[in-house]
C-alpha cells in the first residue's frame, strides 16, 4: 500500500472464500460428523459474494491487487476461478488431506497462516458466515490469529485514508460507527454490495490461470493443529429432528360446526391460560 495526500492506493485486498454444497443438498456423514463434499454440486457461499464485490470496488477506486484464498478438497479451484472471472487478480487454495475435518477454529488458524505467507497486505475481507456451517466464526478467528482489529457485520465503508478505515456496522437495534488502524479485517453483510456476475474475459482469463496449491509445509503450519486431530470442538451426534406434537383437526361444514369449531378453540385457549 502507498499513500498520496493522504489517499491509499495501490491496496492489497485479501479475500478467504468457501465452497459450500447448494442448500439443497446438504449431506452430513453421521459418523465422523462432518459435511459430505463429494459428489455433491458446490457453489461459492454466496454470502462470499459480498466480500468479493466489496473488495473488487476498493480496487476499482484505489488501484491495488485482490487475491482470493480458499481451503478444500481440488473442486474449491472452481470457486477461485469463478471469483478471479469476477474481477479478482489471483487466488490460492490451500489443500491437503490433514486439513480435513478442521473446526472452525483450526481453519481460522490454517486460512490465517496461509494469508501470513502471501506477506503485507491491507484488508482482509470474509462474508458474514458460511451458509453450511453458519456460525460466523472464520472471520473473526482469522483476525485473531493474525492480530487484526475487526469490524463485524459491516455494512458500509466510510473512508479509507491516513492508514484507517472507518466503517459503519449492523448492531443491535441500529449502527454504529467505528474506525481501525490497517491492516484490518472486516466481515461484510448484505447490504454493502451487490455482487456482479462473472465476465466473458473474465473467465478466459480464470481458465488459463494456474492456482498454487498450497498444505501444511507451505504455510508453516503445525501439524497438531490441523484436522480433526487439531480441532478442539467435535460434532458429537447428528440426528434429524422429529415433530412429535400432535394436533386436532377441525373440520367446519356449517354454521353449527363454526360454532363447535369456535367453542373449541376458545376453551382450549382458556385451559392453556392463553386467555
Do not use: H
Not at 491496496?11 to 472464500?17: E, F, L, R, S
Request: aromatic share 4%; glycine share 8%; charged share 30%.
Amino acid at each position: 500500500m502507498s499513500e498520496a495526500k493522504g489517499m491509499i492506493i495501490n491496496m492489497k485486498i485479501v479475500v478467504p472464500i468457501k465452497q459450500v454444497p447448494e442448500t439443497s443438498n446438504v449431506k452430513m456423514n453421521p459418523e465422523t460428523g462432518t459435511m459430505v463434499r463429494e459428489g455433491v454440486e458446490s457453489i461459492i457461499n454466496p454470502l462470499d459474494l459480498y466480500a468479493i464485490e466489496t473488495a473488487i470496488r476498493l480496487k476499482e477506486k484505489f488501484g491495488g491487487q485482490v487475491i482470493v484464498i480458499s481451503m478444500g478438497p481440488d473442486k474449491a479451484l472452481e470457486a477461485i476461478k469463478e471469483a478471479i472471472a469476477m474481477g479478482c487478480d489471483d487466488g490460492i487454495l490451500l489443500s491437503d488431506r490433514k486439513f480435513a475435518g478442521s473446526d472452525t477454529w483450526a481453519t481460522s488458524y490454517v486460512i490465517a497462516n496461509g494469508i501470513k505467507q502471501i506477506g503485507d497486505f491491507d484488508l482482509v475481507i470474509c462474508g458474514e458466515r458460511a451458509t453450511d456451517g453458519d456460525t460466523a466464526q472464520v472471520g473473526p478467528g482469522i483476525a485473531s490469529f493474525l492480530d487484526l482489529p475487526l469490524s463485524t457485520f459491516t455494512s458500509e465503508i466510510l473512508s479509507l485514508n491516513d492508514g484507517k478505515i472507518k466503517v459503519r456496522r449492523l448492531v443491535e437495534g441500529g449502527y454504529e460507527e467505528i474506525e481501525l488502524e490497517l491492516p484490518a479485517a472486516l466481515t461484510v453483510v448484505k447490504e454493502i454490495s451487490d455482487p456482479r456476475l462473472p465476465t466473458l474475459r473474465g473467465k478466459l482469463k480464470a481458465k488459463k490461470m494456474e492456482i498454487p496449491v498450497w498444505g501444511p509445509q507451505n504455510i508453516n503450519a503445525d501439524e497438531e493443529n490441523l484436522g480433526l486431530k487439531g480441532s478442539p470442538t467435535r460434532v458429537v451426534k447428528i440426528f434429524t429432528p422429529k415433530v412429535t406434537r400432535e394436533g386436532e383437526k377441525i373440520i367446519v361444514k356449517d354454521e353449527k360446526t363454526l360454532n363447535e369449531a369456535v367453542d373449541k378453540i376458545m376453551d382450549y385457549l382458556i385451559k392453556k391460560e392463553f386467555i
